[in-house]
């Protein structure tokens, strides 16, 4: 029976702030992909809009149909745009959320050493004590044999 670890509440939060750094860290992955999604959503929206443009062009043209594409395409360029700054912000925050997670893992490994360290300081007294046991066991026995 192994006694118990003196810092096991440590270890326990420790391992609580890993789990919820590496719940962070997939957070800001999800949101990053979701963003990702949007762009390519808006890039296909373009090429349909390229693809309505041309045919347009092949009968009578309106100028103001025209103009309207035009901007039409200028917005989606911008949202494009702005989105590209927030996976780029998106980004750097998940960096941050990765190198807390590493971090959380370092100090919970730090943690399970020291109490892999203290369980086999444990076993090695245990093994110590059980022989100082048999040892003094032998002992007595012998003695009694020897009083006989």
């Not at 360029?77 to 780029?88: F, M, P, R, Y």
Request: glycine content about 4%.
């Amino acid at each position: 029976m192994p006694a118990e670890f003196r810092f096991k509440a440590l270890l326990d939060l420790r391992r609580q702030q890993r789990d919820e750094a590496g719940a962070a860290l997939g957070q800001a992955n999800e949101a990053i992909t979701k963003v990702n999604t949007q762009i390519d959503d808006i890039n296909r929206e373009r090429a349909a809009l390229r693809d309505t443009e041309d045919v347009n062009r092949q009968g009578n043209v309106s100028v103001d149909a025209l103009l309207a594409h035009g901007r039409y395409d200028l917005q989606l360029q911008a949202d494009i745009g702005s989105l590209e700054s927030t996976v780029a912000e998106l980004t750097a925050e998940m960096d941050k959320r990765r190198t807390k997670l590493v971090e959380a893992e370092a100090e919970l490994k730090r943690f399970e050493k020291l109490k892999e360290n203290d369980e086999a300081e444990f076993r090695a007294l245990e093994s110590k004590r059980e022989h100082a046991e048999a040892d003094e066991v032998s002992n007595r026995r012998y003695t009694l044999q020897r009083q006989r």
